[in-house]
């Protein structure tokens, strides 16, 4: 398994809000199993890409209108090293359910996937196993006797070389957001107040997020416990920063979230003012150098303009998002 570091944190984010890990079915019950199931093609073809996968198309009765989904599965050998690769960037219930699917796995053959060149010195074979070519696999195999020790799933760990970087926060956020994020125009009284929603039922996951988008709010849900329903999680960023933050993921997203956010950009575009950025250090007032409060002036002269000519002043309309980080 290739992934670089960003890819890597993708993978985590979509797979954190729309995999799943699983133990063999009865009649496998050695075969682990990685599933990812979406409607939007374009994400999941984007990861098939990266896990070197094909895709499964499902039309589920769409005669009473569902959506064409599209599913990736990851069964044995390669399922087990895509979860001891991802495992540490994900949340406490996922790393349960990796845990419960490698309880009972015992690897029983070697992997014999393409994973750069053999080791052997000036040798620039593929590699076929065990890190070597197919010359030098066969000539270790024969000095053994024919036989290798069984793998264990030490030997199947990609051992990733994963860091925390902001970019990879970034990649991680963006594929949590593609599974259960929501970009949208605020409400009706006051449309321009866009809104970036994260709602889920793993709090730790939710707090991550909230951290990276720097939300100051995490809510809680309660609503069905009598239906069996989970507790759930949410956060919320709203007007400026949500639209910061919106383009700045939007290169990462797949084509509905960014059509939501272009619808969200809209609406945005219609405030009634022009905001200034940067806003001065202080005052704009000769000789005052309090902090800016709003129209270049400090809060004594921004309401000393207020109550005499501000009362009447016409505000600027906002032209385009050429004044705008």
């Known amino acids: 398994m290739d992934l670089t570091n960003t890819d890597a944190h993708w993978l985590a984010g979509l797979l954190e809000g729309e995999g ?3 133990k063999g079915p009865p ?14 093609e374009d994400v999941i073809r984007h990861a098939a890409h990266l896990l070197n996968a094909s895709v499964t198309i499902i039309d589920r009765y769409p005669e009473r209108g569902y959506k064409r989904v599209f599913r990736i599965t990851l069964k044995g050998s390669r399922a087990v090293q895509l979860m001891l690769g991802l495992r540490p960037l994900m949340g406490d219930r ?9 309880a009972t796995y015992t690897a029983s053959k070697v992997v014999r ?4 060149d053999c080791a052997v010195e000036r ?27 069984r793998p264990t799933t030490d030997t199947l760990d990609p051992s990733l070389r994963l860091v925390e970087d902001e970019p990879g926060r970034i990649h991680w956020l963006a594929g949590l957001l593609e599974g259960e994020g929501t970009f949208r125009a605020g409400p009706r009284r006051r ?9 889920m039922t793993d709090r730790d996951v939710v707090e991550h997020a909230r951290e990276l988008m720097k939300s100051s709010r995490l809510y809680r849900d309660d609503r069905g416990p009598d239906r069996g329903w989970r507790t759930g999680y949410g956060t919320v960023l709203g007007s400026r920063r949500a639209e910061v933050l919106m383009r700045r993921l939007r290169p990462l997203m797949g084509d509905r979230r960014k059509h939501e956010i272009d619808d969200a950009f809209k609406a945005r575009d219609a405030l009634r003012y022009l905001r200034l950025i940067p806003a001065p250090p202080h ?4 000789g005052c150098s309090s902090p800016h409060r709003g129209r270049g002036l400090c809060h004594k002269h921004y309401m000393r303009w207020l109550r ?3 009362s009447s002043a016409i505000k600027e309309t906002r032209k385009n998002g050429a004044n705008m980080k």
Not at 283 to 286: E, L, R
């Open 20 to 22: 799943s890990f699983m």
């Open 27 to 40: 009649s496998s019950p050695n075969l682990p199993i990685v599933k990812v199931e979406m409607c939007d």
């Open 94 to 102: 996922r790393s349960r359910d990796i845990g419960s699917a490698l």
């Open 113 to 116: 996937e393409g994973r750069g």
């Open 123 to 149: 040798c620039r074979r593929p590699s076929m196993g065990r890190g070597m070519c197919r010359t030098h696999y066969n000539a270790w195999l024969k000095s053994r006797g024919g036989t290798a020790d």
């Open 191 to 199: 449309p321009a107040q866009i809104r970036l929603e994260l709602k």
């Open 283 to 286: 005052c704009t007032i000769d």
């Open 308 to 310: 005499t000519s501000g």
